[in-house]
């Protein structure tokens, strides 16, 4: 069971086509990998998030899965507590077909009619796994026969890692790779760590030692004159028409097989916030500013305000200091409109939100 995000998100003002790449990656599969897909992509073209989960877990649940694979581990988490949830609503779905509870038009109920059609035994199966749970469905006992589960382990999108060790105990977890849509720029070869030796197949790579970089320094280094332990900067030159290209990351050299660096990676550069994929940049959040606090003339003691990422509760916690004033500031109207801002400039924060992969 993989789960890509949409191939296709929307269309430039030029025409051309913006979206996840693991969405365009699962659409174009080898056809013998694509039989092997417990979801078929359809799914993941629907834009009701719960409706869209709810048809995951409802094929995933009729097929014995052997290995899970998404970027950001908040999405099994979420599905995992979406069944806790919606267990009736998906057991009502497999014993009479459809998605009973949700009102469709007359071609799309056809759809998915024909997609869940009813399944008792499965439905059977999963209610007795719960009743075993003593309400509680139990994955492993469930899918018994899963081997693996790849997730980005590093990073802050490795901050509900935990939550999903708890849910699947023992499992060994792989690493997806440090790799983006420019470039794929490690290979992992050891379970559960993010490490992954350099894919120096793949492209040309330059380093800047972060603590040079951070002090106004270009000069690089190669591979060759890489130290263990140290951070950097990367920067790549590939086929795919990218010519010393700073991506804004940093990575960490943590050894080396033979003369190839392990690497792993550690974070955005700076100016960058990323608990979930969402890549949030400062100027978005200036910009959220601007439309959410300074277009209402909120009374503010000074202009900073300070964005932290809590990563306990899977969310942004948002300070202002706010100046004494006559009229009252409706603080949750004030959030609700700088989250709102912050959706309308990132796409990818809107989707985390949106899913509940962030609070």
Partial sequence: MAIPGKAIEF???????????????????????????????????IDDFKLRYLLILRFALQRKLS???????????RLISLLQEESETI????????????????????????????????????????????????????????????????????????????????????????????????????????????????????FIPVHEYEAGSVATCT?????????????????SGLYRYDIGDIVQVTGFHRQTPIVRFLRKGRDYSNMAGEKLHINQFLEAKRIAVDARCVPLRDDRFLIFPNQDAFCYDLFFELAPSEHSTDLKELALEFDMSLKELNVEYASKRDSGRLN
């Fill in 223 to 239: 591979i060759a004159e890489l130290e263990a332990g140290q951070e950097y900067h990367i920067v790549i030159t590939n086929s």
């Fill in 11 to 45: 269309y430039s003002e030029g025409g051309i086509p913006v979206g996840s790449a693991s969405g365009e990656a699962y659409k174009s599969a080898l056809w013998f990998i694509r039989n092997k897909y417990a979801v078929p992509y359809d799914v993941f073209e």
């Fill in 91 to 206: 057991l009502r779905s497999l014993y009479d077909g459809g998605l009973p509870g949700y009102t469709f038009e007359p071609e799309q109920e056809k759809r998915i009619r024909k997609l869940c059609p009813p399944d008792r035994k499965t439905a059977n199966r999963l209610l007795k796994n719960i009743n075993s749970g003593g309400g509680s469905f139990q994955p492993l006992q469930y899918w018994d026969s899963i081997q693996a589960i790849a997730v980005w382990l590093g990073g802050s999108c490795g901050t509900q890692v935990g939550a999903l060790r708890t849910l699947f105990p023992g499992i060994p977890l792989r690493d997806l790779g440090y790799h983006a849509s420019e470039a794929r720029m490690t290979m992992p070869v050891s379970d559960n760590t993010s490490e992954g030796l350099l894919a120096t197949d793949n492209n040309f790579y330059e």
């Fill in 67 to 77: 290995f899970l694979a998404t970027p950001n581990s908040g999405t099994l988490v």
